[in-house]
């Protein structure tokens, strides 16, 4: 998503909410993935929810061991650029991240790629895909992850 993809939020002032409501859940997510906090991380995706990074895709039932062998740090995340889908029931972002990890305070910087949907407990990340961005200049997903499944 690029910034000219962005729905302008006008008109209704639901449309506002709905992103302000997805920045919380966001936030909910670097929070809870930053604390080691797994049913909070878990709780911000839909049941069938997915997070892809590292040339492949996890579901839910994978987090726990995909976040245990995961390095520990502080995911420093800013503001999703968010599209509203005009039916109300979806929407797609793209977020920055930085990554600083907790023993060495080397730094990881990219950003999300994500769907959300409204569910009955409110808006949810239904896919999340990270993009690193390389010294180099590449944007990749990143290499082989210490968790396989």
Known sequence: ??????????????????VVEINQLLARYAVTISQGDIPGLTSVFTPDGTYSAFG????????PALVAAAPKGLFMTGTALVALDPS?????????LCFIDQTTHDMRIGYYNDTYLRTDDGWRLQTRKMTFMRRSGAHDSGRPHAYQP
């Open 1 to 18: 998503m690029t910034a000219k993809d962005s729905t302008h939020l006008t008109g209704s002032g639901d449309s506002v909410a709905d």
């Open 56 to 63: 492949d895709t996890f579901g839910l039932s994978e987090f």
């Open 88 to 96: 109300g029931s979806a929407a797609t972002g793209t977020q920055p």
